[in-house]
């Protein structure tokens, strides 16, 4: 099955910085791969997902790109604040069938 | 937030007790998603069902049974409860399998003691 490496684990950055976090995954069949985003005792809220026809997405200061022939793809922030502190979680899917997520990216924004 | 809500939304509960987690949606999705959500595993799928009475296997099933017998409800079994399945159990709900996202409910804290 699908396997999904996320890094780092965790990541701080000052406000007004950019955040990278990168995912691998293994099975070239896959063809969905959504950013979620959780904070502290709530649900995982997806903030922007990626389909393998698209090698890159952007939503305001959030972006996704994808490189399929290595099986990566990575979440962009730009201009972090403090509100974009939570976990982040990648995640990868054939049509959406037994997605596998990324154990997850602790985000820090210090102000 | 789409119109998905568990319960109970806290359970504590004895090794060998069974336990039903109930997952209810209001948007007449067809797919539901049972995950369990541990530190360091990320998400991981149990079960997920594509219609009433349809249901599949997921990444982490052994221990768990599921039942759809409506749309809106998908209901989570342990059938004897043990303490590796002490987490917190989220459901998820999506329109159709081509791609679409997958809405999150707010998830139950499940501790068997």
């Known amino acids: 099955g699908e396997n999904v490496e996320q890094h780092p684990s965790t990541l701080s950055v000052q406000e007004g910085d950019s955040a990278v976090i990168k995912c691998t995954y293994s099975?070239?069949?896959?063809?969905?791969f959504p950013w979620y985003k959780q904070e502290l005792g709530k649900r995982p809220q997806l903030i922007i997902d990626?389909?393998?026809?698209?090698g890159e997405k952007k939503d305001q200061r959030i972006a996704v790109t994808l490189n399929k022939t290595a099986k990566h793809f990575s979440l962009h922030i730009t201009e972090t604040q403090p509100e974009d502190s939570a976990v982040y979680f990648c995640?990868?899917?054939?049509?959406?069938?037994?997605?596998?997520f990324g154990a997850g990216t602790r985000l820090t924004v210090k102000p | 937030d789409a119109g998905i809500t568990q319960s109970p939304r806290h359970k504590v509960t004895e090794t060998g007790t069974p336990v039903t987690l109930r997952c209810h949606q209001t948007?007449?999705?067809?797919?539901m998603y049972w995950y369990r959500q541990d530190p360091g595993h990320g998400l991981r799928l149990i079960h997920y069902?594509?219609?009433?009475?349809?249901?599949d296997k997921g990444e982490v099933s052994d221990g768990y049974s599921v039942s759809r017998s409506k749309t809106e409800d998908f209901l989570l079994t342990l059938e004897s409860a043990t303490s590796s399945q002490t987490s917190v159990y989220f459901c998820?709900?999506?329109?159709?399998?081509?791609?679409?996202?997958?809405?999150f409910g707010p998830g139950t804290r499940l501790t068997v003691t």
């Open positions: 995640a990868a899917s054939y049509n959406n069938n037994d997605m596998r």
């Open positions: 990626i389909r393998s026809n698209v």
């Open positions: 069902s594509y219609g009433v009475k349809d249901t």
């Open positions: 099975d070239s069949a896959s063809n969905y």
């Open positions: 998820a709900i999506s329109e159709s399998q081509r791609g679409h996202e997958q809405y």
């Open positions: 948007e007449n999705h067809r797919y």
